[in-house]
């Protein structure tokens, strides 16, 4: 059964960094694409940053490069979302989600997510001064 445990959201002061962590079970990270999604209140799913171990694939959405960095620990079958550089326009609930069909390209991470088959609970993130 495969499950997705996000951790590491909290509040924040704008410049600030968080580290979130998404714990999977149920399978290895290895053949499959992880990706962090976020959705904040009233607005779309936008899709973050995604990794595919396998490949070597990454990307990330417009709003975060250079900002946020995607890594992955296969042995402890755990994503990381490194925050750094925080803004007033970051708070949301971050997902992590996952899929072995498809890809870390922009085409999967589009749509809302919709590519993926798996998702975590989220954890919020909140910036405030």
């Known amino acids: 059964q495969v499950q997705l445990v996000e951790s590491g959201g909290g509040q924040v002061k704008p410049g600030g960094s968080l580290r979130l962590s998404c714990t999977a079970s149920?399978?290895?990270?290895?053949?499959?694409?992880m990706a962090w999604f976020r959705q904040g209140p009233g607005e779309e799913r936008e899709g973050v940053a995604c990794?595919?171990?396998?490949?070597?694939?990454?990307y990330y959405g417009d709003s975060v490069k250079g900002r946020f960095t995607i890594s992955s620990d296969n042995a402890k079958n755990t994503v990381y979302l490194q925050m750094d550089n925080l803004e007033e326009e970051d708070p949301a609930v971050y997902y992590c989600?996952?899929?072995?069909?498809?890809?870390?390209?922009?085409?999967?991470?589009?749509?809302?997510?919709?590519?993926?088959?798996?998702w975590g609970q989220g954890t919020q993130v909140t910036v405030s001064s």
């Open positions: 989600a996952t899929d072995y069909y498809f890809g870390c390209t922009s085409y999967s991470m589009g749509d809302n997510g919709l590519a993926f088959s798996y």
């Open positions: 990794i595919k171990t396998s490949d070597g694939k990454t």
């Open positions: 149920g399978f290895t990270l290895d053949d499959y694409t």
